[in-house]
């Protein structure tokens, strides 16, 4: 029984990260929406992968759009600073 559970809590663990914001590229932006802009402050060592950047691009879609995570896209338009010590990201968020 503790076999099944730990396989289904690792089952539940990765598929959540398929339902944050997707990024996607500047030219497939050109058939969504634009919901707005947001800048991110990363201190210390990046995330691993974009999961910051994803988790905010979630949460401005559902502010600005009432728009769920699964619909959510975002653009990286800017990064300044160094990735060893911290770096702000700018991105351009869309809905579908």
């Keep these: 029984m503790k076999y ?4 289904l809590a690792l089952t539940v663990l990765f598929s959540v990260s398929s339902f944050a914001a997707k990024e ?5 932006s050109s058939g969504y929406t634009k919901l707005g802009v947001v800048s991110i402050e990363q201190k210390g060592l990046p995330a691993v992968g974009n ?3 994803a988790a905010e691009a ?3 879609c559902n502010e600005l759009g009432g728009v769920s995570a699964d619909d959510c896209y975002y653009v990286i338009i800017d990064k300044t600073g160094k990735e060893t010590n911290h770096k702000n990201v700018d991105l351009e968020i869309f809905k579908k």
């Design 51 to 53: 999961q910051e950047l």
């Design 4 to 7: 099944i559970t730990s396989i």
């Design 24 to 28: 996607i590229s500047r030219e497939e």
């Design 58 to 60: 979630d949460k401005k």
